[in-house]
Structures are given as structure tokens and as C-alpha cells.
Nanobody
């Protein structure tokens, strides 16, 4: 069982930045970030392999969001810049033992964090 704990969410004005962290209790997993806004389905934000290769991003986040990881700390980060009100959602990190090149499919993920709220005011 892998425990995932997200942190770093909060309230920010449009145009601002936030960095989310996800601390994992296990090693060797690919990691993904997803988000879910009220009344909407959970959507893929981005993912990164255990080796830290080139991350995959949803098209709407390319250029604004950056995923990185520090395997020594078992932590994955989601740096979000130029935030928009439509980025308001609960953000979840997830862990997978999948080692391919696409991290978009939520069914590939075995473990999920509890989520952290991000609210962007206009």
C-alpha cells in the first residue's frame, strides 16, 4: 500500500502561481496529477515516469504547468503558473507501476491521494 499526501493548495488570484507537492510512501512509481472541478469529471493534468523523463501534459496546461520529481525525497511537484479561474479544482496525485509513455489514463493508477483544493479568484 502506497500513501500519497498532497500539499500546497490554496487561494490565489488569477495570474498567480502555486506549487503542489505529493509525498509518496513508496518508491519506483510513475506519478500523475489529475484535477476535478465541481460538477465535472476528473481530468488529466500531467504525468511523469519514475525515471523522471519528459513529462506528459494535458494540452490546456502545456506551457503553464510543470511537473518534476525528487526521488530522493519520494516527492513529485506540480508547479502552476499563470493560473486562471478555470483551474479551480481539487488536485489529486496518483501513483502507477505503468512505465510507458502515456500517463493520461486514470485507470492505470493504483494509488490516489486525498486531494488538495486550488481556488483561483478572478
Amino acid at each position: 500500500q502506497v500513501q500519497l499526501v498532497e500539499s500546497g493548495g490554496g487561494l490565489v488570484q488569477a495570474g498567480g502561481s502555486l506549487r503542489l507537492s505529493c509525498a509518496a510512501s513508496g518508491r519506483g512509481y510513475g506519478m500523475g496529477w489529475f484535477r476535478q472541478a465541481p460538477g465535472k469529471e476528473r481530468e488529466f493534468v500531467g504525468g511523469i515516469s519514475w525515471s523522471g523523463g519528459t513529462p506528459t501534459y494535458a494540452d490546456s496546461q502545456k506551457g503553464r504547468f510543470t511537473i518534476s520529481r525528487n526521488n530522493a525525497k519520494n516527492t513529485v511537484y506540480l508547479q502552476m503558473t499563470t493560473l486562471k479561474p478555470e483551474d479551480t479544482a481539487v488536485y489529486y496525485c496518483a501513483a502507477t507501476d505503468y512505465s510507458g509513455t502515456s500517463y493520461r489514463d486514470p485507470s492505470r493508477y493504483t494509488y490516489w491521494g486525498q486531494g488538495t483544493q486550488v481556488t483561483v479568484s478572478s
